[in-house]
């Protein structure tokens, strides 16, 4: 049957018509799905576009403040069905398109993720960015274009291979070339001194160009800029080397401005240590600097209101550099005193802390950052001198004044950017209490005695469109049966299913929504790997990237410990469950490699054993993204958030899986607790040290393998794994990674396994109460609203933009 079109999708399809013909230069009969994909988003656009343009002249006549986010990463994944249902046009999309024999839900996946980004810093500001435009808040994203983003995961034979993924490879109709918006970007050379004032004269220039690509809020509210940053050289090719036969030479400036916006580094949480790593924080944090200073002075005449007119984030502290190169454009360019200049770069600039892991924390070599940026050498050692002697003249002492320095001390010296950051903003802030409270303590405790008000805390949302309607889009539709929409302007409004958490009849049907999308996600599983999953099963999912701290091995060394169980004694009434995993790993990380191979080594050995059958089985989805997360978070019934308390900032997954009525299984990290305080505390699985006791542990003599060889289950766990029982062809795979467990265990999996595997059985002992597990699971979904990224944005809008 075909549905009789009516008005809005008749146009749609005529605009969709007119792009596939006109711009994507086919006719129908030869259009192939991705010319249709590209022929609905160009008709798409142009609505998006008109938009875009009323945006940008009402924050122009209304003078208002602006807030720019910088950040080295976006991990925005698709944007097709995000915009379609942002502006309301999803139906007439699939009407449109239906008239041809099209499915929308299938044309979307011809779009690649857009994966410039690692994991939760990315993807929090990929959020960020949609609440900025649904909160109608003038705001532009800055990073980096990268030709190769995140990599693609390959699993062959259980390891990961990393492959180049080619997003870009059949053109972006997202973005938009601004070739009048294009910046030199000068490296290396010398100062010198010329009329009383400073000169930097570069070894080297670099040419930033934008990129632009709209970001659409809720309803059409609003459509902000992400603005990505191109390096070509200033000189693209040297025609007279290229003449004379040196061809490779006469385009080896070009080969090194691609170096710089080639590749994102894979690596979260360990520092890349390369210079290629510094030139591209310098890269994009000078080109971003620029602009947002062209476009003050373009406005407003002038540059000393830019604290008024201009706010400034830095998204941890890749684009720290702003700090010295707001400074040197202030002082060297425009003239203004030292002291003015840091006045007005302070005013501007705030930073957001999103980890405390020592080996995280971006320090350079002091000889490569003189090299390499020598007038912002120059510059840190003056704002560097103006804090110590603030701090000597209160009083603080010489291991206070070496923790506060900007210059590391230690062994070789480092410039640390986190200080950086820190005393360059007038806002610092964590993403979760706990972190927040931690940041005081710990890394920053020196700092904070100094300048007491300057810490604060965000914790961390997501946003409701793109991770409950739009993945979600049955319990959308249910929850709007039930409380009315309300909910969809403001996620908040979710608390109202909290009254009828004890309806059994919508119990039935949250029930029935998460079945239908573990049918699809099985469906989709069998497709692309190939195996069979019962829907009926409990789908209990730990997915993020690999790392020792997140305890990707406490979730696997209990899935050996319950297959040991299962298989001595078969006839016992078992809760079926099917464990998902799903993560990269740093390519260089040698530990989260071997765990990935782990869990398949698992998988292959639990899945082929017939006496196990369907009561358990593991998968480990290859590939990992955005797209893959829109599948699998709607239907998880358990979220695995089980970091070594203290560890995790705060965790944004757990959020997502809230969102969409799982049950949390985790210990008391980031924002679990105040997921917990939210959500109740009988509607949450917590287990396990607090960051207090792992403190306590790890100073006072902590003995892993006595703890291991005291719980059956655990050694007989620990030591079938490191003898190469999962591991036949090779025996001693995982010997080196259990004697790390009994030697050390910094993570400290083996002091919490016994309350993890006590945890597991009291989600397993809930799930058999099916009512008792709806009702928590409604309760997740009504308590979780606050942790809408549109309460997070406020939150900074009001208390560090001054915006709103
Ligand atoms: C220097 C290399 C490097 C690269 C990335 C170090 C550290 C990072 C990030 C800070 C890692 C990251 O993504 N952190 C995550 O940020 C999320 C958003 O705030 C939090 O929810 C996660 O808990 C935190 O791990």
Not at 335 to 363: C, M, Q, V
Request: charged share 25%; net charge negative.
């Amino acid at each position: 049957m075909t549905i009789p079109a009516s008005g809005k999708e008749d146009e749609l399809d005529a605009r969709i018509l007119a792009a596939l013909h006109y711009r994507v230069g086919k006719n129908e009969r030869a259009a192939k799905p991705h010319d249709w994909y590209n022929a609905a988003v160009l008709a798409l656009r142009d609505d998006i576009i008109d938009l875009w343009f009323a945006s940008t002249a009402r924050t122009h006549e209304a003078g208002a403040k602006r807030v720019y986010y910088l950040s080295l990463e976006f991990l925005i994944g698709r944007l097709l069905r995000d915009a379609l249902s942002n502006l309301g046009c999803t139906r007439a999309m699939e009407q449109a398109l239906g008239q041809h024999g099209l499915d929308l839900a299938r044309i979307e996946t011809l779009e690649p993720d857009a994966a410039l980004g690692n994991g939760g810093l990315g993807r929090l500001a990929a959020c960020f960015m949609e609440s900025l435009a649904s909160l109608d808040i003038p705001a532009y994203g800055y990073g980096i274009r990268y030709i190769n983003g995140m990599f693609r995961q390959r699993i062959d034979d259980g390891w990961q291979v990393e492959l180049p993924e080619t997003w870009l490879a059949h053109g972006n109709p997202w973005e938009f070339e601004r070739r009048e918006s294009a910046y030199c970007v000068g490296f290396g050379g010398e100062v010198v001194s010329e009329e009383g004032a400073v000169r930097w004269l570069p070894a080297e220039k670099i040419e930033a160009t934008a990129f632009d690509t709209p970001v659409v809020g809720w309803r059409g509210r609003r459509v902000n800029t992400l603005r990505l940053w191109h390096a070509n050289a200033m000189d693209p090719i040297r025609l007279d080397a290229f003449n004379a036969g040196d061809h490779a030479g006469a385009l080896a400036a070009q080969v090194r401005a691609d170096s710089l916006v080639r590749v994102l580094y894979p690596a979260d949480s360990t520092p890349a240590g390369q210079e290629l790593r510094l030139r591209q924080e310098y890269f994009f944090s000078s080109a971003s600097i620029q602009d947002i200073l062209r476009r003050h002075v373009q406005y407003h005449g002038e540059v000393r209101s830019l604290p008024e007119k201009v706010a400034i984030q830095l998204n941890d502290t890749h684009p720290s550099l702003a700090v010295a190169e707001l400074m040197r454009l202030l002082i060297d360019d425009h003239r203004l005193a030292f002291d003015e200049a840091w006045d007005i770069t302070r005013g501007t600039i705030a930073y957001t802390n999103h980890t405390l892991l020592p080996e995280a924390l971006e320090s350079w070599p002091l000889p490569l950052f003189e090299r390499l940026l020598p007038r912002h050498m120059q510059i840190v050692y003056a704002i560097n001198a103006q804090v110590l002697r603030e701090a000597r003249r209160k009083g603080f002492d010489d291991a206070a004044i070496a923790a506060i320095s900007l210059i590391d001390e230690h062994g070789e010296r480092r410039v640390r950017m986190a200080n950086l950051a820190f005393v360059g903003a007038h806002s610092v802030n964590g993403v979760a209490a706990l972190h927040t409270q931690l940041m005081k303590e710990t890394v920053f405790a020196d700092l904070h005695k100094l300048y007491p008000t300057r810490i604060n805390n965000k914790t961390n949302g997501v946003t409701p469109r793109r991770w409950l309607h739009q993945a979600n889009p049955r319990l959308t539709a249910l929850i709007r049966e039930a409380i009315g929409s309300d909910f969809l302007e403001d996620a908040e409004g979710l608390a109202a299913l909290g009254a009828l958490a004890g309806d059994a009849a919508l119990g039935e049907r949250v029930d029935e929504v998460k079945r239908a999308n573990k049918v699809d996600l099985a469906n989709h599983l069998r497709e692309l790997i190939g195996i069979r999953l019962d829907p009926d099963a409990l789908f209990d999912v730990q997915i993020k990237r690999i790392h020792e701290y997140k305890r990707q091995l406490l979730n696997l060394i209990e899935t050996v410990a319950l297959y040991d169980q299962i298989r001595s004694h078969p006839e016992r009434d078992w809760v079926p469950r099917v464990k998902i995993f799903a993560g990269k790993a740093a390519p260089s990380y040698h530990n989260a490699k071997l765990i990935i191979k782990l869990a398949n080594d698992i998988a292959r050995r639990v899945n082929a054993d017939p006496i196990v059958g369907e009561v358990l089985k593991v998968v480990f989805v290859p590939n990992y993204n955005v797209s893959l997360a829109e599948r699998i978070i709607p239907a998880a019934d358990l979220s695995e958030q089980i970091s070594t308390a203290g560890m995790e900032a705060s965790g944004t997954g757990n959020m997502k899986f809230a969102f969409n009525g799982a049950l949390t299984i985790g210990t008391l990290d980031g924002a679990n607790i105040e997921i917990m305080e939210r959500v109740g505390r009988e509607n949450i699985v917590i287990f396990g040290l607090t960051a207090e006791d792992v403190a306590a542990k790890r100073a006072g003599g902590y003995d892993p393998r006595a703890l291991i060889e005291g719980n059956r289950e655990l050694a007989q766990a620990v030591h079938s794994i490191a003898s190469g029982v999962f591991s036949p062809d090779d025996p001693t795979r995982y010997a080196a990674l259990m004697e790390g467990l009994m030697q050390s265990d910094w993570f400290m999996v083996a002091a919490d396994f016994e309350a993890y595997a006590a945890a597991q059985n009291e989600v397993k002992a809930r799930w058999r109460d099916r009512a008792a597990w709806r009702r928590a699971a409604i309760h997740n979904i009504a308590g979780v609203g606050w942790f809408s990224s549109d309460r997070t944005i406020r939150e900074y809008a009001k208390a560090i933009w001054g915006v709103l």
